[in-house]
């Protein structure tokens, strides 16, 4: 059968989830996980487990394209999407004029304490918290909301000068894209930890 001499089908009939990949991105992370085609296919004669490796790459891949997805919509759109919004809490402040000691920290519906972004530790002054709800994530109010939080020097700081107030959000969007090119690692990095503690947890589930 001609498919079983491909990587990417050999690796969809290992594990259906990812079809979701595209075959040549696939093919990509196979090859850095150093699996040839003769290897997936003892893999699934025997209906074993793809390595620890190749999952590792997925997880990668995944990170990375976080990153390249919002850099793509301050690029291209004036209203930045709600997959984005995590990784912009994270971008943001890696900006220069970040005002100092500041941190997002997301709440439920209740006001219970889920995430903070980024981990403050070993200081935690509350009043420099900047409080957004899931709902608010959801509705893509990650700048809105860091905006509406922050004094007038701290917006200023960040914005590089005085912006009109209609002028904020499009100016921010800019700061961050020219900012993103600089700190694309630094988040790209700290998505991946998050991610991978994550699926650490799962395994640990098994």
């Known amino acids: 059968h001609q498919d079983w001499e491909e990587k990417s089908y050999i690796l969809t009939r290992l594990n259906p989830s ?8 696939l ?6 996980a150093d699996l040839s085609v003769p290897q997936l296919q ?3 004669q025997e209906s074993l487990l793809l390595p620890g ?24 759109q004036e209203q930045l999407d709600s997959s984005t919004a995590r990784t912009q809490m994270l971008a943001l402040p890696h900006m220069p004029g970040w005002p100092k000691g500041r941190f997002f920290e997301v709440l439920d519906s209740e006001g ?16 420099l918290s900047i409080h957004i709800t899931e709902q608010q994530l959801e509705g893509s109010q990650v700048m809105p909301t860091l ?15 005085v912006v009109e107030p209609g002028e904020a959000q499009a100016m921010l969007s800019r700061r961050l894209l020219a900012s993103l090119k600089r700190s694309h690692r630094l988040v790209y990095e ?17």
Do not use: C, M, N
């Open 18 to 25: 990812l079809a979701a990949l595209h075959a040549e991105q």
């Open 27 to 32: 093919k990509d992370i196979s090859t850095i």
């Open 147 to 161: 905006l509406g939080a922050l004094g007038a020097e701290e917006k200023q700081a960040l914005l590089g000068g």
């Open 42 to 44: 003892y893999l699934a």
């Open 112 to 127: 219970t304490r889920l995430e903070r972004y980024p981990d403050p530790a070993p200081f935690d002054y509350e009043d």
């Open 190 to 206: 700290q998505l991946y930890q998050e991610a991978d503690g994550v699926t650490h947890r799962d395994h640990g589930l098994l």
């Open 53 to 76: 490796r190749f999952h590792d790459g997925v997880v990668r891949f995944k990170q990375e394209q976080k990153v390249r997805d919002l850099t793509w919509q301050l690029e291209h």
